[in-house]
């Protein structure tokens, strides 16, 4: 079978100018940084984790007794927020912008980080007046508002653990993270906006914990301080104003001396069992990777750098790569309320001017939403600002990467495609910008210290197979909390438990390189062939016409197993349908096989997504096989739903 993804002979070197001012300005570089790292991971991570401080040092670099539970910087004490905020005030930059914030409707906010030193300190005071303290869970539901980095950062603050739920998420699933992490309060805001509808978070909230007996609490953030609340129901004596409570807090507040193993938050991430997983991470180990790989993948500058990292904070990205990694390196960032499309489709590079952004981190979902809104909406504004650029969340399609390349990046910004998980903590494979060559579609190389190989199920090293990592890095889950036999069933279960399984397939180039091929539960077997549901979806955006692609498997009765195939076409390149397939078709036949012909090509406006722009795949599924759908609250357009169930019937 050609491997389509992989054939890809464009080769984008670091520009000499870039290169020479860049953390690594050479593949020579990298080359010694990595292997130090991989012979002598003690050595290199004691030696970034001393760039950081520390109450009291660690006796120990890495504990591996208890494998894979592994455990970092054991007896070493700390607080992750004095990296975040103080040491960056005490050096004398407390009036660097910490965070631009923009809301969806116009308004706007800077905080600096003398200002976040003060606001993290007034919320900690706050969350310790209602009897929050050190190992109580608090479960946080806000929008992109600052009060959401200032919250988490609280928490971290008093060495509570805080488990951020997206504020998209239904009350269903607010009640079954509740209740899994007995959380003792909840933080959220009477609304928010999305594409300019209000949307009561508050309300959400209150159905969600009806029956949540550990709730003891409830702190609500007034989104417009100065305006009229947001229309919401009140608990007498459970609810209580933040701002009522900030009244009469004290703006300092001393940090909490917190173990390097202690708990810093739990994130849940979707089970195959249905039930979510609530992924673990720790103090220590978290901070410094995410320290180390925030500061080499993005190349930060902090005196000069305006980063803006289009993920929310209710996922990993955000947790990583607005709130912690960034403000350990002291940067100053954007933070965005609302969608990227409102009130029209150029709001991204709206921003990107106003701020002067140097460094845009999106998702290639986003990317490929940009194309099939059109250039017209990125070339009305000035995005010279830019330095760099970087991709989180999926594998990049070659063709969504040089869009991106040539219309955002002017064909001068390096671009970072980042491969990494919940579960990692930061990133694992990704170019070093200065450092590596790009290949589009491809995350390269691992990142320091993170010892990566593709291999077959006897672990043995092929070009393609299943994507492994060989040694622990710090940023890595601590577990599954409750739950620690699923913890070392589902990382853990194969090659003997020796090497940590991510789920992915991998293929792994001449150059070394890696190619990310989907999960390998996506990976759909028919008559005999294995596909990649990734690979037959990059087959169809290299069409010009083809905005987006998802590729499911579906019960065949003679194949064994089938597959449909949801298109989305650019706007403004409609055109038969029946034309359409057959060219689609055609490229599937030469790109992969006539084995990997789809049963269906069905054509859509739009895909059923998650807020964040997640394809959920699941309901795809549900949708071809005809099985009832269950919660699609969680949508951002659910009317997708029945669009697709009457195509899918025609």
């Known amino acids: 079978m050609s491997e389509p993804t992989v054939s890809e002979t464009r080769l984008f070197q670091p520009t000499a100018d870039f290169a020479s001012q860049s953390h690594l300005g050479s593949l020579e570089a990298y080359r010694a940084l990595h292997k130090r790292s991989i012979d002598d991971p003690e050595g290199f991570w004691s030696e970034v984790a001393s760039e950081l401080t520390w109450m009291k040092p660690w006796d120990k670099v890495l504990d591996e007794s208890d494998a894979p539970f592994y455990k970092w910087f054991t007896g070493g004490k700390t607080n992750i927020t004095v990296n975040c905020i103080d040491r960056h005030v005490e050096a004398g930059n407390g009036d660097r912008v910490a965070i631009y914030w923009e809301g969806e409707p116009g308004d706007s906010r800077v905080l600096t980080y003398a200002?976040?030193?003060?606001e993290v300190s007034r919320f900690a005071n706050a969350l310790k007046a209602m009897g929050i303290g050190k190992g109580d869970s608090v479960a946080v539901y806000l929008p992109m508002v600052p009060e959401l980095a200032i919250a988490t950062l609280a928490c971290a603050r008093i060495?509570?653990?805080?488990?951020?739920?997206f504020a998209g998420f239904s009350a269903e699933s607010i009640k079954d993270r509740v209740l899994d992490a007995s959380s003792k309060a909840v933080i959220t805001s009477d609304g928010t906006y999305r594409r300019g509808k209000e949307l009561l978070t508050k309300n959400i909230v209150d159905e969600g914990i009806a029956d949540c007996e550990c709730i003891k609490n409830v702190l609500v953030v007034q989104r417009h301080p100065e305006k009229e609340p947001f229309a919401h129901g009140w608990v007498e004596g459970r609810d209580h104003w933040y701002h009522d409570l900030a009244k009469n807090a004290s703006d300092e507040c001393a940090p909490e001396e917190m173990d390097a193993e202690d708990m810093l938050f739990l994130l849940y991430t979707s089970g195959s069992t249905g039930k979510p997983k609530g992924i673990m991470h720790t103090t220590g180990g978290y901070m410094v990777g995410t320290y180390l790989t925030s500061k080499l993948t993005f190349d930060l500058k902090p005196e000069k750098?305006?980063?803006?990292?289009?993920a929310d904070v209710g996922w990993i990205t955000g947790h990583s790569y607005i709130v912690y990694g960034p403000m350990q390196?002291?940067?100053?960032?954007?933070?965005?309320?609302?969608?990227?499309?409102?009130?029209?489709?150029?709001?991204?590079?709206?921003i990107v001017e106003k701020y002067k952004v140097s460094i845009f981190y999106t998702a290639p979902t986003a990317i490929r939403a940009f194309m099939k809104w059109g250039d017209d909406h990125v070339t009305k504004h000035d995005l010279s600002s830019l330095r760099l650029l970087g991709t989180v969340g999926e594998p990049i399609n070659p063709e969504a990467w040089m869009w991106y390349h040539r219309m955002i990046g002017a064909e001068k910004c390096p671009i970072v495609d980042t491969w990494w998980q919940t579960e990692?903590?930061?990133h694992m494979l990704t170019p070093l910008p200065g450092a590596i060559a790009t290949k589009p579609g491809s995350a390269t190389v691992p990142f320091p210290g993170i010892d990566a190989a593709v291999l077959d199920e006897d672990g043995n090293e092929v070009e393609r197979g299943i994507l492994a990592i060989r040694k622990p890095w710090p940023s890595m889950l601590r577990g599954i909390y409750g739950d620690p036999e699923r913890y070392k069933s589902t990382y853990w279960c194969k090659w003997d438990g020796k090497y940590y399984f991510p789920g992915d397939g991998a293929i792994k180039d001449e150059d070394g390189y890696f190619w990310i091929t989907g999960r390998v539960d996506d990976v759909v077997n028919v008559s005999g062939h294995r596909i990649g549901t990734a690979?037959?979806?990059?087959?169809?955006?290299?069409?010009?016409?083809?905005?987006?692609?998802?590729?499911?498997?579906?019960?065949?009765?003679?194949?064994?197993?089938g597959l449909v195939a949801f298109v989305i076409i650019r706007?403004?390149?409609?055109?038969?349908?029946?034309?359409?397939?057959?060219?689609?078709?055609?490229?599937?036949?030469?790109?992969?096989?006539?084995?990997?012909?789809?049963?269906?090509?069905?054509?859509?406006?739009?895909?059923?997504?998650?807020?964040?722009g997640k394809i959920m795949r699941r309901l795809l599924r549900d949708i071809a096989e005809d099985r009832p759908l269950g919660n699609i609250s969680t949508?951002?357009?659910?009317?997708?739903?029945?669009?697709?169930?009457?195509?899918?019937?025609g």
């Open 424 to 426: 990692t903590g930061g």
């Open 635 to 649: 949508l951002a357009d659910p009317s997708v739903v029945e669009i697709l169930k009457d195509k899918i019937k």
């Open 571 to 612: 706007t403004g390149a409609e055109g038969d349908e029946d034309v359409m397939r057959k060219e689609l078709t055609s490229m599937v036949d030469s790109k992969i096989g006539k084995f990997a012909r789809p049963e269906k090509i069905i054509f859509s406006g739009d895909l059923p997504k998650t807020r964040s």
């Open 305 to 310: 750098d305006v980063y803006w990292c289009t």
């Open 329 to 350: 390196n002291g940067v100053s960032q954007v933070m965005y309320e609302g969608a990227p499309n409102y009130p029209a489709e150029n709001r991204f590079w709206e």
């Open 159 to 165: 060495g509570a653990v805080h488990s951020v739920i």
């Open 115 to 118: 200002d976040m030193q003060k």
């Open 535 to 561: 690979e037959l979806e990059s087959v169809f955006v290299e069409h010009p016409a083809v905005a987006e692609s998802a590729v499911i498997g579906v019960p065949h009765e003679i194949k064994g197993q």
